[in-house]
Every structure is written in C-alpha cells, then in structure tokens.
C-alpha cells in the first residue's frame, strides 16, 4: 500500500528556508495529486499547497509568496520549501495524497515536526 | 467567504448521537470530507464527497450537506471516537483547500 515518509530538519533559523521531502513508497507519484499540511501545536490544520499533473502546483494564497514544491520522479517525491521562515511557522507538516478532486486526502504521512528559533 | 467553520467543542453521552457541523460558502459547490484526529496522530480520513466511508471506518459515521452546512453524524458514540474532527472541501475558487478549525468531541 502506499506510504508517505516525511523528512528534514527539525529547526530551521528565522529568516532561513524550510526544506521538507516527502518519499512516497507503494505508488508512483505521477498518479494523484501531492499536498503538504501543517498544523501548529494546539491548533487547526492549514493547507499549504498542491502538486499534480506535469508539475502543476496551487498554493495557498496566504502563503503563495514564500513557498514552492516540486516532484523529483527518480526518488518519487515531493518536496517543499517555505521561504522567510518565522515562529509562526513553527508546527507539524504532514504529506497527504489527495484523490479525485473534492480534496479528499485519503492517505496522509506520520508528520515532522519543525520548530523556526535561533 | 472561503472559510470553514466548526464548533469547537462538542460533548455526547456514550451510545447517543451527535452532529457536528461545518459552515461555509464553498460548501454549496464542492464537496466535504471529514477527518477524526487523536493526539500525537495524523489526520485519519473519515467521510469523504459528503457521504462516503473509506474502508474499514465504522458505519456509525455518516454525513450529509445541504447548502452551506455539512454535518458529520456519529449514531451510537463510542470512547474511542473522543477526538478532534475536521471539515475540508475546495475554496470558491475551486483551486485551493480550507479546512475548518476543528471541533474538539468529548464522549462522556
């Protein structure tokens, strides 16, 4: 069955790049839609973006300036990074598969935590 | 409004029913999908497209949406379903994902 694995580092300085990958095992990612979410400790989930088809990324608009993804095929993954990081954007982030097209994310990665501190 | 809104906090009594609720706009147009989330996990998909049980999730799940409003619907509580439950669907552009803020259940 499909997997996902999140990793990368668990602090990252203020002001720096957050770089997370996601590995997907038991499927290709050329099939299905990608998305990273995140959660900060206590609170709700945020969605942060998409990646699917040839590469085709949506972004949540609140984020959109500080953030890419992009798939690498050869390792079937995904990753993101967030630019301009602060405490705010201290929190867990999750991988999640999404099926179809009602953003339903049916398989979803352990999560990493990352903390934003000098 | 793109926004999704949930209560925050929702009791029930051990083998009664319960509904939590999730407003917004975008629920008119797209569909809803639920998901429960214990602590020191990831989400778990519980409902998607409105009404429809992934496998293996209890059939005490149901949901419904009409309008604005979707409801997720717990018949027969039980302890283990004390958990945090979250509403998704697309945002009026159709393009992005909200979620709503969640609604902590208590089973009594």
């Known amino acids: 069955q499909v997997q996902l694995q999140e990793s990368g580092p668990g602090l990252v300085k203020p002001s720096e790049t957050l770089s997370l990958t996601c590995s997907v095992s038991?499927?290709?990612?050329?099939?299905?839609?990608w998305n990273w979410i995140r959660q900060p400790a206590g609170k709700g989930l945020e969605w942060i973006g998409r990646i699917y088809t040839r590469g085709t990324t949506n972004y949540n608009p609140s984020l959109k300036s500080r953030v890419t993804m992009s798939g690498d095929t050869s390792k079937n993954a995904i990753s993101l990074n967030l630019y301009s990081v602060t405490a705010a954007d201290t929190a867990v982030y999750y991988c999640a598969r999404e099926v179809g097209t009602t953003s339903a994310f049916d398989i979803w990665g352990q999560g990493t935590v990352v903390t934003v501190s000098s | 409004s793109s926004e999704l809104t949930q209560d925050s906090a929702v009791s029930v009594a051990l083998g009664q029913t319960v509904r939590i609720t999730c407003q917004g706009d975008s629920l008119r147009s797209y569909y809803v999908s639920w998901y429960q989330q214990k602590p020191g996990q990831a989400p778990l998909i519980i409902l998607y497209d409105n009404n429809n049980r992934p496998s293996g999730i209890p059939d005490r799940f149901s949901g419904s949406s009409s309008g604005s409003t979707a409801s997720l619907i717990i018949t027969g509580a039980q302890a283990e379903d004390e958990a945090d439950y979250y509403c998704?669907?697309?945002?009026?552009?159709?393009?992005?994902?909200?979620f709503g803020g969640g609604t902590k259940l208590t089973v009594l």
């Open positions: 998704n669907c697309r945002d009026t552009s159709g393009f992005h994902v909200v």
């Open positions: 038991g499927g290709s990612i050329n099939l299905f839609s």
